[in-house]
């Protein structure tokens, strides 16, 4: 099993910052790839981005390319989800999970394990 507990969201105004970080414990070994996904009052849960654990290739999401660098620490077992330029629409609860199926990255599931989420608000 693997535990996930992401943090670093908070409320922000738009064009501001935020880095979230969500720190794995447990059966890291057996991590390859991770995600972060969001949902927003209302909406379904969507893809944001991903990283390959050992390679570091990555995806994104269109909305927020060029804006979201997502990164990880092996060592730390800590993945990170840098977020510039913030906009009102970026407002979601965001969680961070661990990808162990095949499929498309942005499918939810083809990730087993889940963190908490941690809250983003952008005020316009």
């Known amino acids: 099993q693997v535990q996930l507990v992401e943090s670093g969201g908070g409320l922000v105004q738009a064009g501001g910052s935020l880095r979230l970080s969500c720190v794995a414990s447990g059966h890291t070994f057996s991590i390859y790839a991770m995600g972060w996904f969001r949902q927003a009052p209302g909406k379904e849960r969507e893809f944001v981005a991903f990283?390959?654990?050992?390679?570091?290739?990555?995806s994104y999401t269109d909305s927020v390319k060029g804006r979201f660098t997502i990164s990880r620490d092996n060592v730390k077992n800590t993945m990170y989800l840098q977020m510039n330029s913030l906009k009102p629409e970026d407002t979601a609860v965001y969680y961070c999970?661990?990808?162990?199926?095949?499929?498309?990255?942005?499918?939810?599931?083809?990730?087993?394990?889940w963190g908490q989420g941690t809250q983003v608000t952008v005020s316009s």
């Open positions: 990283i390959h654990w050992t390679g570091g290739s990555t």
């Open positions: 999970a661990t990808r162990d199926r095949l499929g498309p990255v942005y499918e939810g599931t083809t990730y087993s394990y």
